[in-house]
Antibody, heavy 119, light 112 residues
Framework: QVTLRESGPALVKPTQTLTLTCTFS??????????VSWIRQPPGKALEWLAR???????YYSTSLKTRLTISKDTSKNQVVLTMANMDPVDTATYYC???????????WGQGTLVTVSS | QSVLTQPPSVSGAPGQRVTISCTGS?????????VHWYQQLPGTAPNLLIY???NRPSGVPDRFSGSKSGTSASLAITGLQAEDEADYYC????????????FGGGTKLTVL
């Protein structure tokens, strides 16, 4: 069955770079049309899409955050990595990875990982 | 500010019907992109509830239904149950934000 799991630090300091890893199983990012996105949710607030990587290595970023984000994949390890530079307390959120096929819905989500930005 | 607009909260008594609206624009819902709905129970990840405007994934009760018209979409829940109390989000895509999935601001459903 399809599963995704996010991993990374629970606490980062302001100005540091955050690195999150999404490890998945039950599908392959070499399959035509397959995509993995990162989505975050600050405490008590709405979902915000961050970035997406496609099976053919196309990459897309939130226009408001694209200067700070980098997404990559390692198909041999079934992993997608997101880095976010220059972290700020407003970036405190639960970060999710999710699967989709192009513009189809996010049909499987990880359980999320809470990242707190504080000195 | 979310690209898609939802009411912050709705409420209803058990057994009643409620609807949640999702209003977009000509670059997202109005451009023909499908709308999807997610239910998020407290402390959990969002779960796909309605996809491609009107379809229910396997296991979702038929009390939940979706519709789309013009630049808006709606989620209807009939026969409200206490377990339906959750946050609901609509999602689509936006042609002006390449590759970007856009979400609504979320609606908190309270079952009275």
């Amino acid at each position: 069955q399809v599963t995704l799991r996010e991993s990374g630090p629970a606490l980062v300091k302001p100005t540091q770079t955050l690195t999150l890893t999404c490890t998945f199983s039950g599908f392959s990012l070499t399959t035509s049309g397959m995509c993995v996105s990162w989505i975050r949710q600050p405490p008590g607030k709405a979902l915000e899409w961050l970035a997406r990587i496609d099976w053919d290595d196309d990459k897309y970023y939130s226009t408001s955050l694209k200067t700070r984000l980098t997404i990559s994949k390692d198909t041999s390890k079934n992993q997608v990595v997101l880095t976010m530079a220059n972290m700020d307390p407003v970036d405190t959120a639960t970060y999710y990875c999710a699967r989709s096929l192009g513009t189809t819905p996010y049909d499987f989500w990880g359980q999320g990982t809470l990242v707190t930005v504080s000195s | 500010q979310s690209v898609l607009t939802q009411p912050p909260s709705v409420s209803g008594a058990p057994g009643q019907r409620v609807t949640i609206s999702c209003t977009g624009s000509s670059s997202n819902i109005g451009a023909g992109y499908d709308v999807h709905w997610y239910q998020q129970l407290p402390g959990t990840a969002p779960n796909l509830l309605i996809y491609n405007n009107i379809n229910r994934p396997s296991g979702v009760p038929d009390r939940f239904s979706g519709s789309k018209s013009g630049t808006s979409a709606s989620l209807a829940i009939t026969g409200l149950q206490a377990e339906d109390e959750a946050d609901y989000y609509c999602q689509s895509y936006d042609s002006s934000l390449s590759g970007s999935g856009v979400f609504g601001g979320g609606t908190k459903l309270t079952v009275l």
